[in-house]
């Protein structure tokens, strides 16, 4: 059984988050019964931050900037989130389908399990970026 409901519509997304010239910051996926589809795309975090239910099970795609004075760069964040009310079938079958949607959702910089809402904060994964990214050379003033 196939895991997209539309790959093509995730696979356009995907590229819309990573294309540069785009505005489009991020991707969410979520499940129409047992198929992943793509439930939206937006440019605004809080609306990104909105898509995380606690029955939901979302697949997130999110370009960050980061850097410093020196050298600003996007990095992205893989986000699978599983709200503490989903049962643990769901739990599971997300955990096979992951699989499947990294091979459309292939090239970022930090994976991230997030299961609570307060860990759904743009400074804590652009932090979580900037580690993954290795060194800052900046001045140290922002």
Sequence with gaps: MAVYADRDAVEDAYEDVRNDKSDTNW???KYDDKKVVLDSTGIDFE???GKFGDDERVFGFLRVMTGDEMSKRMKFAFISWVGPKVSPLQRARMSTDKSEVK????????EMLIDEERDICEDKIREELVKA???????GSH
């Design 27 to 29: 991707c969410a996926l």
């Design 47 to 49: 609306e990104f931050k």
């Design 103 to 110: 091979k459309v959702i292939q090239s970022f910089a930090k």
């Design 133 to 139: 990214g290795g060194a800052n050379y900046g001045t």
